[in-house]
Every structure is written in C-alpha cells, then in structure tokens.
C-alpha cells in the first residue's frame, strides 16, 4: 500500500522548514533570533539531506538522487547555511546546469554556467570590498 503524502518524513521535514521560515520575517532588527532560526532552518536541511542520500541513493542510485525535488531542497538550506550570500538564483542555474548536461544539452550547460559565473564573480569581487 503506497502511502499518502502527508505520511512521508519529507513532507514533515519541509513543514518544519517552513513554519521556521516564517519567524524569519518576525525576527528582523534581532540578529540572534534571525541567527537561531536560520541555523535551526539549516539544520532541518541538513538532516533531510543525509536521510535523502541514505535512502534514495542507496536504493536507486547517486545519479537519480539528484533529479528529486527532494534533494535540491535539502542541498539548498544546506549551503545556505554554509555561505548565505549564495543567495536564492544559485540552485536552479546549478540544477538546470547537472540536468543539461546528463540529457546532453550543451546551450543549457553554457547558459547555466555562465550564469554560475557571474554569480560567484560578484560574491568575490563584494567580498574584496570589504
């Protein structure tokens, strides 16, 4: 019997990142509060990312791992926690950039890699500002 939806741990897993979400836009001129929340919102991420390796991959492989929605979710929040200044565009170029190249389409991996590029330039080149 296959379950439904709301029985799965990611639907939960992605409750509890949203719910976090949300006391971000509370938080704002307290950066403890914004801190805790983004920490417990990347640790969510966090764990959902080894469950998602653990399972998926073991069971249907690295390569499709990496086309669920789940995986790209988890990654995300992940890095995010890591380095925020990545931002929200970095994922889908990255994403579109690993599903063009495993379907063979060169003008969407040029695209999407350019696109990286230019992101990364200007996180470095506003980080030698100071």
Do not use: C, D
């Amino acid at each position: 019997m296959q379950k439904k939806f709301w029985q799965g741990t990611n639907f939960y897993l992605s409750l509890i990142a949203l719910v976090l979400s949300f006391f971000t836009g509370f938080t704002k001129g307290n950066e403890l509060a914004t801190s805790i929340i983004t920490l417990s919102t990347g640790v969510v991420a966090s764990f959902g990312l080894v469950r998602e390796l653990l399972t998926t991959a073991k069971f249907q492989g690295f390569l499709s791992t990496i086309k669920t929605g789940n995986f790209w979710q988890y990654l995300s929040g992940t890095v995010l926690l890591a380095a925020p200044q990545l931002g929200e565009a970095f994922f889908p170029a990255l994403r579109g950039l690993i599903e063009g190249a495993m379907a063979g389409n060169w003008a969407v991996v040029v695209t999407q890699a350019i696109t990286i590029a230019n992101m990364v330039y200007h996180i470095f080149k506003n980080i030698a500002k100071g």
